[in-house]
């Protein structure tokens, strides 16, 4: 009898120093978050854009209106401007780029229901003109009258139909954590236009505007699709510290190799137009933000395979546990590597074929400008990912064992014959 009391009490104690060091992990990883999430907090206050955007310029004269409309008919004609403005215009030689016009159906707006005839350039010619398009209406001016042009091709029903085929997948799928995840991707649009886009508009800080702003996306969406827990928020400091590595090696990359972040038309028409934005901390802050997704799919990857492992294998020992995450972890390393390089030489390609049609010495390509700051963007990502993935593995290697069941051995024990 007093050998089963004995062993009660040695089984009661054996169960609560789980507990005490479950409470102890998750405390410790409170204190943790709480500063970051304060500092996250305190970073939206202070860069919060105060609603004063720069005037834009004028895109169109003034009083000009877009109405849409819908193609009625479309006419193939060559390039080469054909003598005589009262001959029809010459049908296109082949090889030659095909040109062309529309007669369109104005669909609101002063003129609803007029057809007008607007040139086509070749590109959108080779792309299809069918359906609905957006028009530029420039008023009368004087005795002039009020003249139609092309602004663009309405594309809302085939971008709607992808998007709620994707939705419709996702959730199939994912059931509710698909759900979730397209709710906190609707909250992660909302902080980069509602936030970052303004703030970057007014001049703030561009890196701290992109560390501010990924730290309150990652608060949200982390435990929005993935739930509160010591898994969760593990999953969460590992992506905090590979956003602060991306962010301190990207800054660090684009100074010393003296980039100037205006390698694309687009970068340099938005410094001419916003001489508050520095285009090399613009070009930091596109680092941190593109390599936010990969590094949230690397630490929930890790986080979760290294609760897995402890669960199926209680009794494996720190070293051990850690081992076999990481071999999880390299696996992941390789194929997230090889994801983020074609990505990126994807959205490069044109410049590549570029490079492939000049011909010029490899050694110079791949230092000029517009190849550095690719690199730059791939390789900050890529050590950035890379260090994050043993980093997470430790920290949860040393949370999960908190946190973790009790061991067997503890209910043997209370099993045990006298």
Not at 187 to 206: C, D, H, I, R
Not at 314 to 321: C, E, M
Request: charged content about 10%.
């Amino acid at each position: 009898m007093h050998s089963h009391r004995f062993e009660d009490v040695l089984s009661r104690a054996e169960r609560r120093r789980p507990a005490r060091a479950r409470a102890r992990a998750r405390v410790a990883l409170a204190l943790t978050v709480l500063p970051l999430t304060v500092a996250t907090i305190v970073g939206l206050v202070l860069l919060w854009p105060s609603g004063h955007t720069p005037t834009p310029p004028a895109f169109a004269a003034a009083g000009a209106t877009f109405p849409s409309g819908q193609v009625v008919s479309l006419q193939h004609t060559s390039c080469e401007k054909a003598g005589g403005g009262a001959e029809a215009p010459a049908p296109p030689a082949p090889g030659q780029p095909v040109c062309g016009s529309a007669l369109v159906k104005v669909s609101n707006g002063v003129d609803t229901g007029r057809r007008v005839r607007v040139d086509v350039p070749p590109d959108v010619m080779r792309a299809g003109l069918s359906g609905g398009v957006l028009l530029l209406r420039t008023p009368a001016q004087g005795n002039a009258p009020a003249t139609y042009s092309l602004q663009d091709v309405q594309r809302g029903f085939p971008l709607v139909t992808l998007g709620v085929i994707f939705a419709l997948v996702v959730v199939a799928v994912a059931k509710l954590r698909g759900l979730l995840a397209l709710v906190g991707l609707g909250f992660a649009t909302v902080v980069v236009g509602v936030f970052m886009l303004p703030a970057l508009l007014q001049g703030s800080n561009a890196m701290w505007v992109g560390l501010t702003g990924s730290s309150a996306i990652m608060l949200v969406v982390l435990y929005l699709a993935h739930g509160l827990s010591a898994r969760t928020t593990t999953a969460l400091l590992g992506t905090f510290a590979g956003l602060g590595m991306t962010a301190g090696i990207a800054a660090l990359a684009v100074r010393l190799a003296h980039l100037t972040g205006l390698s694309s038309d687009e970068n340099s028409l938005l410094q001419s137009l916003t001489t508050q934005l520095n285009p090399r901390d613009l070009l930091t802050c596109g680092i941190i933000l593109a390599g936010l997704g990969v590094l949230n799919d690397v630490t929930i990857t890790q986080t979760s395979a290294v609760w897995e492992l402890r669960e199926a294998a209680p009794d494996l020992s720190a070293g051990r546990l850690f081992g076999t995450a990481m071999r999880i972890g390299r696996d992941h390393i390789a194929s997230t590597i090889y994801t983020i390089v074609f990505a990126y030489a994807g959205a490069a390609l044109p410049v590549l074929l570029l490079i492939e049609l000049y011909q010029q010495p490899l050694a110079s390509v791949l230092t000029s400008n517009d190849i550095a700051e690719e690199l730059v963007r791939t390789l900050a990502s890529a050590i950035g990912l890379v260090l994050a993935v043993p980093l997470t593995t430790a920290l949860a290697v040393f949370v999960a064992r908190a946190d973790g069941r009790p061991l067997a051995r503890a209910g043997l024990a209370a099993s045990s014959p006298a």
